[in-house]
């Protein structure tokens, strides 16, 4: 017996118009169309980090060169995503989705393909390519899916999802490459792929927002503006801090984004619309995802190395070492999210935040060279509860006051803005990790992580903080009425 999602409040309006109410698709389905290419995406991103070791052993890559193998992806898809929102809202968010699944498919094979640091670094770009008509869409097709009701279940089990490609990613990334080659972990993502997209144009509905034109000259100034603020960092050890080319493309880069907030107050068509931004739900939720983003990946950008630099590790060793962080995600999210309406995303959010600080503030403090694998074991516990406390909660508190017609968008924000804590994250944590003397020697490795882990700390313990002024976010005040009463103007702009 299969469970159908029950009529949406775009239903409802479609009958009051004289349109035909669009047809019910089973719940599990929706969950698994909308989160089976997210899974694939999330999974590529710690598949690659496990395989940096192998990389710079086997390709001769530089330091710099392997964060570039992490940054091109994440980038790319900084740089892409406002644009395939967008794109969403004006062509159909399951058409754009069904396209990005097949660009990051493309991306994959050619990176798998790859001979040199400059082909995959290329190959890696054209994936977050692809990711960035992914992950916006798939939780904005995700949410305009389900009836309003369902949609905590459905964004938490969207989040369980997503944490287990966290937790599965360096387990296949480890098997694949003591069985095989690093080249499969890439193949992996092409039958993924293949199954993806006709389930996607079978089972979603192609929605539609609000339907502009594209907004170019904002998108090449928010692209151009991030690359070379990441740049500048990446390269800031090399040339020196206070060299004139690094201070000029901080500058350029500040510069440009400055330009582009101008901007979107002028145009007809802004990707992002600023407006939303009042919402303090929205806003909060933003910063947090950012400080989120740069604190943990960076600091699991170290630290997966760690396990293989000093303890000796090899990558399916490392991979099984870190699912107590790992595997948390995938089995507290789907609960996270069914609890959040009942006790409030703002209290989860507040307590994962402050246990990955803790979490992350005591692996910092005990890592030496001859650490035993046993004594990272509870850290890595509370940092992946920390994680699956952040992940439905805060896709929940992004969209909670906010209309079905802006929900790609926002999505669309949030997710460019977490890619970029993502992408600055483990610039800045490589940087202090280089100018603290850091090589990829045990020796010399645990002085120089050290500082850099306890960076990530310091930023998760600021979100917290940040956290504090979200809105309670429980159903019966203030998360629930505002997104109904919200919907019905937003389903207007959506057809089946």
């Known amino acids: 017996m299969t469970i159908e999602s029950p009529a949406s409040t775009a239903d409802v309006d479609a009958l009051a118009g004289g349109r035909a109410p669009r047809r019910p698709r089973p719940f599990a389905l929706i969950v698994a169309a909308a989160s089976l290419p997210m899974f694939m995406a999330t999974l590529d991103n710690l598949v690659m980090t496990n395989a940096l070791p192998v990389l710079h052993s086997e390709m001769g890559a530089s330091v710099e060169e392997l964060q570039w193998f992490v940054n091109a992806y994440t980038l790319a898809f ?257 609960i996270a999210g069914m609890l959040a309406p009942r006790i409030g995303t703002r209290v989860l959010m507040v307590t994962g935040l402050g246990l990955q600080a803790v979490a992350l503030t005591w692996i910092a403090a005990v890592m030496s060279t001859d650490l035993d694998y046993p004594a990272l074991i509870a850290p890595f516990i509370m940092a992946g509860v920390g994680m699956a406390l952040v992940f439905a909660p805060s896709a929940t508190a992004l969209l909670a006051t906010l209309g079905l017609i802006d929900h790609a968008k926002a999505s669309g924000v949030n997710s460019t803005v977490r890619e970029l804590g993502v992408a600055l994250g483990t610039a800045v944590m490589t940087a202090i990790f280089v100018s603290a003397g850091g090589e990829l020697l045990p020796d010399q490795y645990v002085d120089a992580a050290r500082p850099a882990v306890f960076t990530g700390a310091a930023v998760l313990f600021i979100a917290t903080v940040v956290a504090l002024w979200l809105p309670a976010g429980r159903s019966t005040t203030d998360a629930a009425a505002p997104t109904n009463a919200a919907s019905s103007d937003a389903d207007l702009a959506m057809r089946p």
């Open 78 to 334: 900084a740089g892409a995503i406002l644009v395939a929102s967008a794109l969403g809202d004006r062509f159909g968010r399951r058409t754009v989705f069904a396209i990005g699944i097949a660009v990051f498919g493309i991306g994959s094979a050619l990176a798998a393909l790859s001979t040199d640091p400059g082909q995959l670094i290329a190959a890696r770009a054209l994936q977050g390519i692809g990711g960035a008509g992914v992950l916006p869409l798939s939780l904005a097709l995700l949410s305009g899916g389900v009836s309003p009701a369902r949609r905590p279940l459905a964004i938490g089990i969207w989040g369980g999802v997503s944490g287990l490609g966290v937790a599965v990613g360096p387990l296949i990334g480890g098997a694949i490459m003591e069985g095989w080659n690093w080249q499969a972990i890439f193949w992996i993502n092409v039958p993924v792929a293949i199954i993806a997209i006709p389930l996607a144009l079978l089972v979603l509905n192609n929605d539609f927002g609000a339907r502009q034109r594209i907004d170019v000259p904002g998108a090449v100034l928010a692209a151009a503006g991030v690359l070379a603020l990441v740049h500048a960092i990446v390269r800031g050890n090399d040339d020196g801090w206070d060299s004139l080319g690094v201070i000029a493309e901080i500058a350029i880069g500040v510069a440009l984004l400055a330009v582009f907030l101008v901007w979107q107050t002028r145009s007809k068509a802004p990707l992002v619309p600023l407006r939303l931004f009042r919402d303090r739900s929205f806003s909060v939720t933003n910063v947090i995802g950012f400080a989120f983003s740069f604190g943990t990946f960076g600091a699991v950008f170290i630290l997966i190395q760690y396990l293989q630099v000093v303890q000796g590790s090899s990558p399916l060793e490392a991979a099984v070492q870190t699912t107590p962080w790992t595997l948390a995600p995938m089995i507290i999210a789907p």
